[in-house]
């Protein structure tokens, strides 16, 4: 099953678990529409043409969900319930943090082998170099920013560009090194007074006409429309803008590096099942394939490198 937000790649992941399943022996079921399916029962058997012509697609072709019925333990007694009706021994879910996290609980409950395939643009899951999605969204916000950096400079404006990250940095900093914005703003370092007050009181350099700033969406912190309101109430010189790109970081065919770790994966999501390992989310590190436990994965917060924030000051100046 694939659950929470869709990220591409997840059609790559679903394809080589599918396939790496049946070429070793091992019949597949499709769960739609993530935990919710198998609540209510929608499963259906995967053959190898049932996932032909998907790599290359965003989205995902089962379907996806956030269920609040899984998080009951009614819900889980219903899923167990159709599983076992179905023949299923071992799930596979592809998915972020909280889908993670309802696997984990539910292997613990049932009993059941679980893998977690590591699937969500945020990047936010501790134990893998990348998540599933990340890279695709990343080169989205990238060629967004290149479309906005010709407004800013032609108005000689500051933009405030918002990104998703559901309040994990890795797409905003990244995202502002890659497209050579000034700044990022990111939950993680509690960054916001200082950057935002190292813009006020340094300005535009004189040889720049337009400054991009990242903002990472942070619920606590509030987002780039904060941000804005605060920068043109202390510093009315400014022409300030601001863009949310909002769900097109989700959509999109991925990008080579997506389908090929979703490739990676997917097929080891099936070696690990057959090496009897329980709930664990696969990772790559380093370019080589690990199994992260399930508490590890979830619970640790993937930590941003201090080095990324001083290479995008020390280059934006
Ligand atoms: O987890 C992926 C993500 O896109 C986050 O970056 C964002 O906060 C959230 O999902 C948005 O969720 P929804 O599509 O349900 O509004």
Redesign the pocket.
């Known amino acids: 099953m694939t659950s929470?937000?869709d990220a591409p790649g997840m059609n790559a992941a679903i394809r080589a678990v599918t396939r790496a399943a049946i070429s070793k022996g091992i019949r597949v079921k499709g769960i739609y529409r993530g935990y919710k399916g198998l609540v209510t029962g929608e499963i259906q058997e995967l053959y190898t043409d049932s996932v032909s012509n998907i790599i290359q697609r965003g989205g995902t072709m089962l379907k996806t969900a956030?269920c609040a019925e899984f998080m009951t333990p009614e819900g889980r007694q219903m899923a167990y319930d159709n599983m076992r009706r179905e023949g299923i021994d071992a799930l596979v879910v592809i998915g972020?943090d909280g889908s993670l996290t309802g696997a984990r609980i539910f292997a613990q409950e049932f009993n059941v082998p679980c893998i977690g395939l590591p699937g969500?643009?945020?990047n936010d899951l501790f134990g893998t170099d990348t998540t599933i999605g990340y890279d695709t969204a990343l080169n989205t916000i990238v060629e967004a920013i290149d479309k906005i950096r010709d407004t800013a400079a032609s108005h000689e404006r500051l933009f405030f560009v918002e990104v998703?990250?559901?309040d994990a940095g890795f797409l905003a900093l990244n995202g502002a090194i890659a497209s050579g914005a000034e700044a990022a703003i990111i939950p993680e370092y509690n960054t916001e007074v200082d950057q935002l007050e190292d813009l006020i009181e340094h300005g535009f350099r004189k040889s720049k006409n337009s400054s991009i700033v990242l903002v990472a969406?942070s619920k606590s912190k509030g987002g780039a429309l904060d941000i804005a309101e605060r920068m043109k109430t202390e510093c009315p010189e400014y022409d300030v803008r601001v863009s949310i790109l909002g769900?097109l970081q989700?959509g999109g065919s991925p990008t080579a590096h997506d389908r090929i770790i979703a490739s990676r994966m997917g097929a080891a999501a099936i070696d690990a099942l057959l090496e009897d390992q329980r709930n664990v989310m696969i990772g790559i590190v380093r370019d080589e394939i690990v199994y992260v436990p399930f508490t590890r994965a979830i619970k640790n917060d993937k930590p941003i490198k201090p080095e990324l924030l001083d290479v995008l000051r020390e280059l934006s100046i």
């Open positions: 929470g937000g956030r972020g969500t643009i945020d998703m990250g559901r969406e769900h989700r």
